[in-house]
């Protein structure tokens, strides 16, 4: 656990010290790959996360997916639980779990495939994934193994290797800027 710390202070030093415009350029090089793979091209639904601190900004990618007509859900945090919430668009979220925007209300979505976009702190090339620390993105895709997972990293969130556990569900891709791992 030490180990998952000491990475996760390092990464969100790297983070900081990333300038807005390298992290949106970074972000359109990723939304790129993104939309050009036939799993998003192909997903009915888009189960996507909304960008905080200088993650991978995923509002271009919601955006395109919801000008395809696909269904596109993004979590909120109830309780111990992440709960994926249908959305049309951006006017339905509030800040809510440590000032992440989430949906305010309105319909569960009950789908159980689909493409799953992941966050993460850290990453290794085997798509080992050091998470926040609270087991949400784990619980949920043990909970709904139907969809294809894909994780959004910026370089220089790899680790030649990180730690990881038993318990931890890798993606099936990690998506950088310069590469996708699979």
Do not use: W
Not at 114 to 127: N, Q, S, T, Y
Not at 169 to 182: A, D, G, H, S, W
């Amino acid at each position: 656990m030490e180990a998952k710390g000491n990475i996760r202070k390092e990464v969100f030093a790297r983070r900081r010290a990333a300038t807005q415009e390298e992290i949106q350029e970074k972000s359109r090089m990723i939304y790129e790959k993104i939309t050009a793979l036939p799993e998003f091209l192909d997903a009915d639904c888009f189960f996507a996360y909304m960008d905080f601190k200088k993650e991978v900004m995923t509002r271009d990618l919601i955006e395109k997916a919801l000008q395809m007509g696909k269904t596109v859900a993004v979590p909120r945090v109830e309780g111990d639980d992440m709960v994926y919430y249908e959305i049309k668009d951006f006017s339905t979220l509030k800040s809510g779990y440590f000032g992440i925007m989430e949906p305010d209300g309105g319909n569960v979505c009950m789908r159980e495939e689909g493409f799953l976009l992941v966050p993460g702190v850290a990453f290794d090339p085997a798509r080992h994934r050091v998470g926040y620390g609270k087991g949400f993105y784990d619980r949920f895709l043990a909970a709904h193994p139907g969809f294809t997972t894909v994780a959004a990293a910026f370089e220089f969130q790899l680790f030649d290797a990180v730690p990881f556990e038993e318990t931890d569900i890798l993606p099936q891709m990690l998506v950088t800027e310069q590469k996708i791992y699979r």
